[in-house]
């Protein structure tokens, strides 16, 4: 089963770009479509968009189009997630996480969340 | 996008009760459902996928059953590890979207 270690606790200016790596490892990296799911402080979850890395193909929750991009690079079994365009709104705990077929797409890993602040 | 409504937002509740929360999607989603329980500062954690399937190593007091747009989970007899917030969560749009939450609290 694959595990998910993501970058660092981030700090930036509003109307800046943040990039967010999450690595994978114990498992088959192209089994697995990804997604970042974000938690505003207090908040509930919010699914920002999601990735399949056999195809390439990425899809965003129509709140983040335009402003969210997410890739994967197969060769260090790594996906990223950068949001751009940065406000204080967007401080949250950024989670990634891991779905797969045999589970009907339910997110059966998580990292364990990397902190993005947005201020001044 | 898919619209997911829970409730109750918030219950309290005491250790042995039996409680059931529910989840409602605006359009049909076949069995494409999963529960989460979170806990303050940790990442969520699969419960129930596809509706009524328990993820390996939850206890077997929780169950989830529903198809098309309505959906429950229910926990048989709480215990005070239980106490902590649960989301569902649709797969069936490639859009995924998340209700809003139950915090689940000791009455």
């Known amino acids: 089963q694959v595990q998910l270690v993501q970058s660092g606790a981030e700090v930036k200016k509003p109307g800046s770009s943040v990039k967010v790596s999450c690595k994978a490892s114990?498992?088959?990296?192209?089994?697995?479509?990804f997604s970042w799911v974000r938690q505003a402080p207090g908040q509930g979850l919010e699914w920002v968009g999601g990735i399949i890395p056999m195809f390439g193909t990425a899809n965003y929750a129509q709140k983040f189009q335009g402003r969210v991009t997410i890739t994967a690079d197969e060769s260090t079994s790594t996906v990223y997630m950068e949001l751009s365009s940065l406000r204080s709104e967007d401080t949250a705990v950024y989670y990634c996480?891991?779905?797969?077929?045999?589970?009907?797409?339910?997110?059966?890993?998580w990292g364990q969340g990397a902190v993005v602040t947005v201020s001044s | 996008e898919i619209q997911m409504t829970q409730s109750p937002s918030s219950l309290s509740a005491s250790v042995g009760d039996r409680v059931t929360i529910t989840c409602r999607a605006s359009q049909s989603i076949s069995n494409s459902l999963h529960w989460y329980q979170q806990k303050p500062g940790k990442a969520p954690k699969l419960l129930i996928y596809a509706a009524s399937f328990l993820q390996s190593g939850v206890p077997s007091r929780f169950s989830g059953s529903g198809s098309g747009t309505d959906f429950t989970l229910t926990i048989s007899s709480l215990q005070p590890e239980d106490f902590a917030t649960y989301y569902c969560q649709q797969s069936y749009s490639p859009l995924y979207t998340f209700g809003q939450g139950t915090n689940l609290e000791i009455k």
């Open positions: 114990g498992g088959v990296f192209n089994n697995y479509v």
């Open positions: 996480a891991a779905c797969r077929h045999d589970y009907n797409y339910a997110f059966d890993m």
